[in-house]
């Protein structure tokens, strides 16, 4: 379980003894720095690192690094908002020790995730992590529900000209003509043998890896489009579920280098085709009961988990913003590629935006699930899980009613009959995610000003950034970004 307390200047009690001994632990393993990780507005995974000696001082009063970050794009260029973008100003990540790992990926490293805090101790409003947090503990204090989640990756191994044998010398690293073409590492067919034996000694590593930190790996496959691969790992609290999506990627990143690779998490790696997906899964428990399962309505749902599911329906088109928040996100997100790009529902459908799992006979009690397609990897972990959770509280706190379920793919829906059923196309560019983002009161209330005026700042931003680009370019400009 995550905690759900703040950090406090000082450390909160027991935590700077932990880190004590914490440290002495990894030096005795062989490490030689913590990576402290936490993910921007524009879902780059931003680090400092410390030596384990630091690791006591980092509990007690946080490790130094600027504000603005919450204002950074893709490409590395800042934007600003009233509060955020500004040179000026500091802010104090602290560790979370249960959730720190030593990456056996990664051999001299180790992982945490941090929370910020301001010099004066109080919480950083910018902060996705707390955010998150914060979501959890009201659901927890108002309706007596926990969650648990799990996002699951795709990504694509290309080729790449950074690894083991061409690391270049002292610290220029040799890059080739050709690096920011995507070049697949392997030529089997979709979900074949081939593929998996053509990639059989890196994933055999990164299943090892991840086993050896911690993570339990439900499945590993050859995915549709060139090179790609999924996996999908267990459920846990939002807020460990979104520490170990970021875990389970850095992990794959190292892993692939390792073995010549390089890999893609971005949505298109191409303008035309499958992208890379992040599904998440998402269930509602009270009391130790699945909220999705043993109820009166479709499909063994309660009410509330109904209502849970129209929730998330209704806010989806502001949610893009949010859960699809690059311009490449929109080259992925088309009809009749599993993307779910249409505000629908249905059990087992790969084409509506939310799909009812209901788990085998016998399992379903602890199975049953709802999975939300249009999400990437782009996406900030901490501020989708947060976002999703809102829209289905809205959903479950009015007793919103969820609409007949939609089978085969809403696309063949004739214009009328889609309307008349509820079911809309969601937006299908960034510049429509923020406009619909902004009529969203509900949503920009719980992420507060500050994250709500970020996002749309940083999406913004990203907009311009790919100004008279056309899709091929901006397949390009986010290939190698997430
Ligand atoms: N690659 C698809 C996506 O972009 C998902 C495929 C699947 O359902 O696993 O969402
Ligand atoms: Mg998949």
């Known amino acids: 379980m995550t905690t759900l307390a703040d950090p406090v200047p000082g450390g909160r009690p027991g935590d700077v003894e932990r880190a004590t001994a914490l440290s002495a632990e990894l030096s005795g393993r062989d490490v030689h720095g913590v990576v402290l990780s936490y993910v921007d507005t524009a879902g780059i995974g931003r680090v400092k690192t410390i030596p384990p ?92 529900i926990t969650f648990k989640a799990s996002i699951e990756i795709e990504w694509s191994f290309g080729q790449g000209a950074i690894g083991r044998g061409s690391v270049g010398h002292g610290s220029v690293v040799q890059r080739s003509a050709l690096d920011d073409d995507f070049v697949p590492a392997a030529s089997g067919p979709a979900y074949s043998a081939t593929r998996q034996v053509e990639l059989s000694d890196c994933t055999a590593e990164l299943m090892a890896a991840l086993a050896a930190q911690g993570v339990d790996v439900d499945q590993l496959h050859p995915e549709y489009a060139a090179g790609q691969f999924e996996i999908s790992v267990g459920a846990l609290d939002p807020v460990a579920a979104a520490d170990r999506s970021v875990l389970v990627r850095q992990t794959i990143r190292a892993v692939s280098q390792r073995h010549g690779l390089k890999v893609s998490f971005a949505p298109a790696v191409f303008a035309e085709g499958v992208g890379n997906g992040g599904h998440v899964h998402l269930s509602a428990w009270r009391d130790g009961m699945n909220l999705h399962s043993g109820g009166d309505r479709r499909y063994g749902m309660t009410a509330e988990a109904e209502s849970f599911a129209a929730g998330l329906l209704a806010h989806l088109p502001a949610l893009t913003a949010v859960t699809v928040p690059s311009p490449a996100g929109y080259l992925r997100l088309k009809p009749s590629q599993w993307a779910g790009v249409f505000t629908a529902w249905g059990r087992e459908t790969r084409e509506s935006a939310v799909r009812v799992i209901t788990g085998t006979a016998g399992h379903r009690d602890q199975a049953a699930n709802l999975e939300v397609k249009p999400v990437d990897l782009a996406a900030n972990p ?17 007793a919103a009613s969820l609409p007949d379920e939609i089978t085969g793919d809403p696309a063949r829906l004739a214009p009328e009959d889609a309307a008349a059923r509820g079911v809309l196309r969601l937006p299908t560019s960034l510049d429509e995610a923020v406009e619909e983002f902004r009529k969203d009161e509900q949503l920009r209330a719980a992420l507060g000003p500050v994250l709500a005026d970020a996002v749309i700042a940083v999406r913004l931003g990203e907009i311009a950034a790919v100004a008279g680009l056309d899709d091929e370019q901006v397949a390009a400009a986010y290939r190698w970004k997430y």
């Open 382 to 398: 901490y501020l989708a899980l947060g976002c999703l959770i809102t829209a289905g509280l809205d959903g479950l706190e009015s």
């Open 53 to 144: 000696a630091r690791l006591a001082s980092a509990a007690a009063w946080g490790v130094g690094m600027s504000p603005v970050f919450d204002t950074f794009l893709a490409n590395d260029s800042i934007v600003t908002t009233d509060v955020l973008g500004s040179p000026d100003g500091d802010l104090r990540l602290y560790p979370d020790l249960d959730h720190l790992v030593v990456l056996s990926g990664q051999p001299g490293w180790a992982w945490a995730p941090v929370d910020r805090i301001t010099q004066e101790g109080d919480r950083h409003p910018g902060c996705s992590r707390t955010f998150l947090r914060r979501i959890v503990g009201d659901a927890a204090e108002r309706h007596g």
